[in-house]
């Protein structure tokens, strides 16, 4: 486990007697302050949660060293070439795979299993919502640069937007972006080009709201066709004080480390679930 924050230690406690050492420069608690610490036959794969900035040369070093790496959301490129590179970089079968736990969320999965079977038919038109109270977890620390929300919970509905309706390759255009009550942007509303799937996230919302409405063209005449995925329909939330952080059920967070063992086992080359 590299990097011992928040993050770092759930991972940990998910693993259990499975994780072997823990790694980071400065946090309390962590086993070793870095990686040349940890013998490399102690370990078949790494989990990265680490800031963003940090994580490509991260991922690039355990790839070329044969260990696969979970890595914690998001993983940012340049472009699709920077993408490209890192893959060329891996060797002995190892792969990575980024961390999206709410793909993983029942209910979520139920909606993409409706989606897929033409429950609203063709989908034409959707409203992704993610918003918590968490920014005062953000003041004076790492995350405070950056681009804020946008990385934090922005990944996440652009990863539903294209696992559950398709649209990988997209632009967007942005309608609001701002820092409403710290130094970086923590409220961000934006869509696809087309305006067809609209965004709307934050860490300033005075509730939690995850929510995703689904639009598509009726199978019958005069009959509209909607599917919505709203936090009463999902697992409970755990609240911290008024404005916490909606916790996602354990399995959803113990998902991508079965999805990382299930792609190492089949030899694949990369992890793709589009």
């Known amino acids: 486990m590299v990097g011992f924050g928040n993050l770092g230690r759930r991972r940990a406690a998910l693993l259990g007697p ?19 610490a940890v013998a490399a036959d102690r370990y078949d794969a790494v989990i990265l949660a680490v800031p963003n900035r940090d994580k490509p040369d991260y991922v690039r070093r355990f790839l070329r060293s044969g260990k696969s790496v979970l890595v914690e959301k998001p993983m940012l490129f340049g472009g ?47 409203r992704l919502v993610y918003g918590n109270g968490t920014v005062r977890d953000w003041l004076g620390t790492w995350r405070e640069a950056g681009t804020g929300v946008l990385e934090d919970l922005g990944c996440h509905v652009l990863d539903l937007g294209g696992w559950l309706l398709g649209r990988d390759d997209d632009r967007y255009l942005l309608w609001d972006l701002r820092p409403v009550e710290s130094a970086t942007f923590d409220y961000a ?24 409405d689904v639009y ?23 609240r911290r004080g008024a404005r916490g952080r909606r916790s996602a059920p354990a399995s959803c967070a113990r998902a991508p480390h079965a999805r990382l063992s299930e792609r190492c086992s089949a030899g694949a080359a990369r992890v793709d679930d589009r």
């Open 18 to 36: 499975r994780c072997v050492a823990t790694v980071d420069p400065q946090a309390p608690g962590a086993d070793h302050r870095t990686v040349d």
């Open 80 to 126: 699709r070439r920077d993408l490209e590179a890192l893959e060329r970089e891996a060797r002995g079968g190892a792969i990575w795979y980024t961390a999206y736990n709410h793909r993983f969320e029942p209910l979520v999965q139920r909606l993409k299993t409706l989606l897929d079977g033409g429950a609203v038919g063709k989908p034409d038109r959707a």
């Open 189 to 212: 509303a934006f869509s696809t080009a087309d305006r067809r799937v609209v965004y709307e996230i934050g860490t300033v919302f005075w509730q939690n709201r995850f929510e995703i």
């Open 216 to 238: 598509g063209s009726p199978i019958r005449p005069r009959r509209p066709h909607w599917l919505r995925v709203a936090p009463r329909s999902l697992q409970p939330a755990r």
